[in-house]
């Protein structure tokens, strides 16, 4: 008899989103922010939380139609045909690939601070190595270990960010927050900003893509996105708010505001000790829920017939090891690349690719007559006014930037042929997710 399988529970899915999510960005992103606009950057983190709530509501009902892996690329393709999906998973696997070689970048260089010695040469490349190899081994021995470790690794980067907030809330200068709304505030300024935090946001979506290693995904994934994005962006707000009222303008120009906030003003040292201990975690955390859900982007694909049969194996635990191992294989050279601020700045773009096909699945999906476990209120409201906004800060983006993160889509475009022509000579199909 085969031995049942372990998998995540509602809690450890919420808890994976929350670590999907919370990354360096929001150790770093109070100073940038508040650079741009001021105190008003407090109304784009409002603002922001609106859009990716919205858009995290989209996912949550269009989640409750399938259990499949896959995520967005199952929505595009279900909704909109196979092409559209092909398109879609790869960019999602491929911003999912970016984003964790990314991360291990920023790992090696958050442990700098500590350990000089990894910040180049050999040392740099092994520590890498180390991370992304390691944490594909605990992946590779199966779903209960890498639970435990995301758990963990979610408590850890919370603790700081909690106590940051509890305790600062005391230490507020009410004066920091004037003036209101600064001078010279225009509508590229505040998209500026938008994008910038909106990168603090992203993430949200991963759950969906290892739904087939969730508990009741039907039920139990919607819950987990809203209550996820929910309760990060209520600690992101608090983090700016507590920060300009500490700080100030001594915001400007600080690369590590949250941490100059505990150091000099709250718990001195010690509380600047904890910060730093809590980003090494938050970004350790980060790693630990990409070197889960990356893979089964690729294992989705596979599934799919967008990939060929063998990537779909896995072994008796359901751990997908070709799929792993050629995450793996991917992430470590553009990781080694260095180039942290390019492959950031394309994973913001790229992202867009996956968040407005889904939020126009719903209204596809709707119209078919399809009933989630979830739906959203409104009607057809937030669906379109997700597409319109998100339309609206592609506009305003970085001109380059979007070429670079929207032309993967052109180049990527020949593989769905070859791959449709591999299938029909060995007889296999894009299949259907359930």
Not at 23 to 52: E, H, K, M, N, R
Not at 302 to 312: D, F, K, S, T, W
């Amino acid at each position: 008899m085969e031995a049942t399988k372990k998998k995540f529970g509602l809690f450890s899915i919420i808890l994976l989103g929350m670590n999907a999510i919370i990354g360096s960005g929001i150790f770093l992103l109070p100073g940038q922010a508040f650079d741009i606009l001021g105190t008003s950057s407090l109304f784009v983190y409002l603002f922001i939380t609106l859009l990716a709530g919205s858009m995290a509501l989209c996912f949550a009902e269009v989640a409750g139609l399938f259990k499949s892996n896959g995520g967005a690329y199952i929505y595009a393709k279900e909704a909109f045909g196979n092409f559209a999906g092909f398109e879609v998973g790869f960019m999602k696997y491929i911003v999912q690939i970016i984003a964790w070689a990314t991360m291990s970048v920023g790992f090696v260089t958050a442990l700098s601070a500590i350990v000089p010695s990894v910040a180049e040469g050999p040392m740099r490349v092994v520590t890498i190595i180390l991370v992304v190899g390691g944490l594909s081994i605990i992946n590779i021995l199966g779903l209960e270990l890498a639970k435990y470790v995301n758990n963990i690794a979610t408590v850890g980067k919370l603790v700081p960010l909690v106590l940051f907030i509890a305790v600062g809330i005391f230490f507020i200068d009410g004066r920091n927050f004037q003036p209101v709304i600064p001078e010279g505030i225009t509508a590229g300024k505040f998209s500026e900003s938008a994008i910038l935090i909106f990168y603090a946001f992203t993430g949200f979506e991963a759950i969906s893509t290892a739904s087939e290693d969730m508990d009741n995904p039907k039920k139990n994934i919607p819950i987990a996105i809203a209550v996820s994005i929910g309760c990060v962006s209520l600690i992101y707000f608090m983090i700016q708010f507590v920060s300009i009222g500490i700080l100030g303008t001594g915001l400007h120009g600080t690369k590590t505001p949250v941490v100059d906030a505990m150091a000099s003003t709250i718990l001195g040292n010690a509380g600047g000790i904890i910060v730093t201990a809590g980003t090494l975690v938050s970004i350790g955390g980060i790693n630990v829920a990409s070197s889960f859900l990356t893979p089964r982007g690729c294992l989705a694909l596979a599934q799919r017939g967008m990939l060929p049969p063998i990537v779909a194996k896995k072994t008796e635990k359901g751990t997908p090891v070709a799929a792993i191992l050629i995450t793996a294989v991917l992430v470590i050279p553009i990781a080694l690349s260095g180039t942290f601020t390019q492959l950031a700045a394309i994973s913001v773009i790229s992202r867009f690719t996956q968040y407005i096909p889904t939020c126009l699945s719903v209204i596809a999906f709707r119209r078919r007559g399809m009933k989630s476990t979830f739906r959203i209120p409104f009607g057809y409201t937030i669906p379109v006014l997700a597409t319109i906004v998100s339309a609206w800060l592609l506009l305003n983006a970085d001109g380059k930037k979007l070429i670079i993160g929207l032309g993967a889509m052109i180049i990527i475009a020949p593989l769905y042929f070859v791959m449709k022509n591999y299938n029909q000579k060995h007889g296999y199909e894009f299949k259907d997710a359930e």
